[in-house]
């Protein structure tokens, strides 16, 4: 109600054009004072031109804006093609257009799958390009942001992750907008790869965003449903089409209520005089009129209220051609009506009508977002971006406690651990590291040293970043190099040879490499370092045979490696046959023996082997 004046824009007029020819119906206003029509006309495809986000009662709905041109064009080919589906007005209608514009990197597929099924979403990303600042410097500058994302917050967010350090490759960023829209961002180095850059700040800001399409709309302004794109369209025309019969008929009516009253100023002016005379003389002239020239009612009150100066426009010539002229009118609108494919025509004249006033060279008319293929970028090397490169060394504690100290530790001495705790494996590594798990259930874990705890407390459980079972152990960890080869063996001295690469698990369950059924479990795991293989068997015997007797697999049991009479495998090792075997005792003091002094104890795989030689540890581990 307090709404009372509004300048209407092209758009506006549109939308409102023929609401006072009966072209929708009204409805009481909410206090029943005045009237409101229940739709407007609508000469202008609003409801996709402009969007619509909303949330009712149970259900909710978010269609992002179109081009109208190329609405205009669906919609002219939907009507010389009724039964086209929404998947081919899909090279009229590539997808939606922000008034913000921004870069859509949707793959087609998925676009043409939002638009048949009326539900998906629209990855839509910022344009940057990439400025020279002189001397080999450079900068991105972002021009254009997604839809809908507050410029300030966005600003605000890229602050917050720049002096957190989780944006390692950017440098600065700051907002140089007047009003175009300039964004700068700085890389830390000239050698930062741009994309890489950008695919780091598009991960966590919302410089790439998500727009979502559910077109659940009101069909025939009752009905609640999802539908497609050709859907939407067809209602519209179907509108547009009852709009033109209704302000037709309207039409027609003031037609026949005007050659009503043209047939009485045309017997007035031909009995002028006597018509004057009643008027001055009767008390009640209307009747005396009606009964004198046979009048209707409508034409003797036109009669009646028509002013003395348009006696002189009484001309019969002028009436006569204005009846001839509404009588054509008349006939064209009636055979207009019993011509569906006339009906048509003339829907398709409006819209043509409206598409050139929002053409595609016009400034409201242009298109302003474009569309492209996201670049493909290995998804280690962005999460490797997003992390500042330092060294750590990752600490395990025997009961599986985990953490990353800050730098390269080579005396652990001073490390704490809880009561009855101690040290199990420590190994460098660094923050964009990916460090390897090996269970006794045969599987390997990938963990992310960046995301490991710091080491300023006792570390956090290990099992609170994989799913590893509560009766499984560990068995090694280490840092992934990639392009490494591992021995793995189980307790019943079975194993093969695994390429590191296979290891890498992209989920907390781990990946299966060397199968074990309970009893029997993962027991030794080793780095492939030379041509020979060293085994010790929990009773303390040693077998030296050839690596090349061993199989590469990818998963499964593997072959026999040590056979034992009683217990199992206690620990594998690889060796270059020119270095000798060598071995840590748990006094810390180094062995080796060559390959002549090992004589006795060279085999083939699947021996039992010989007892180990003197100064062996008693752990029977090689350490």
Known sequence: ???????????????????????????PTYDGSEEEPAVLPG????????????????????????????????????IEHPNTKSRNLLKYVP????????????DPAAIAEAYVTGRGSFRVRARWTREDTGRGGWQIVVTEIPWLVQKSRLVERLAELVNDKKLPLVGEARDESAEDIR??????????????????????????????????????????????????????????????????????????????VLGGYLIAYLNLDRVIRIIRNEDEPKPVLIRTFTLSDVQADAILNMRLRNLRKLEEMEIKAEDRNLRTERKNL?????????????????????????????????????FAQAPEHDEAAIEEAMVIREPVTVVVSQKGWIRALKGTVTDLSGVAFKADDALRFAFPAETTSKCLVFATNGRFYTLDAGKLPGGRGHGEPVRLFIDLEQEADLVSAFTAVGGRKLLVASREGRGFVVPEDECIATTRKGKQILNVQPPDEARAM??????????????????????DQVPEMTRGRGVRLQRYKDGGLSDI????????????????????????ELADWRGNRADAGRMAPKGFPRSNKFG
């Open 573 to 596: 090792k690889t060796f270059k046959a020119a270095d000798g075997l060598s071995w840590t005792d748990s006094a810390g003091r180094a062995f080796s023996l060559s390959m002549t």
């Open 95 to 106: 997808g939606p257009d922000f008034p913000t514009g921004g870069v859509i990197v949707d």
């Open 334 to 370: 009636q055979d207009l009506l019993k011509s569906e494919k006339d009906q048509w025509k003339k829907v398709a004249d409006e819209i043509k009508a409206v598409r050139n006033t929002f053409g595609p060279n016009t400034p409201l008319g242009k298109r302003r977002a474009s």
């Open 526 to 547: 080793c780095v492939v370092d030379g041509e020979m293989v060293a085994a010790i068997g929990e009773n303390r015997k040693l077998l030296l045979f050839g690596l």
């Open 43 to 78: 000469a202008f495809p609003n409801l996709l031109a402009n969007g619509s986000q909303g949330i009712a009662v149970g259900m909710a709905t978010a269609i992002p804006p179109h081009n109208v041109a190329e609405l205009c064009d669906a919609a002219l080919h939907l």
């Open 1 to 27: 109600m307090r709404y009372t004046e509004a300048r209407l824009t092209e758009v506006a007029r549109l939308l409102m054009e023929g609401i006072d020819e009966d072209a929708v119906d009204f409805r």
């Open 183 to 260: 964004l700068v961002i700085e890389p830390r180095a000239r050698t930062v790869d741009p994309e890489l850059l950008m695919e780091s700040v598009f991960k966590l800001t919302e410089l790439e965003s998500r727009i979502p399409l559910n077109m659940n709309v009101l069909v025939r302004g009752k009905i609640p449903k999802v539908v497609g794109l050709a859907e939407t369209l067809r209602a519209w025309l179907d509108h547009r089409r009852e709009v033109l019969l209704r302000r037709t008929n309207h039409r027609l009516r003031q037609i026949e209520n005007r050659l009503e």
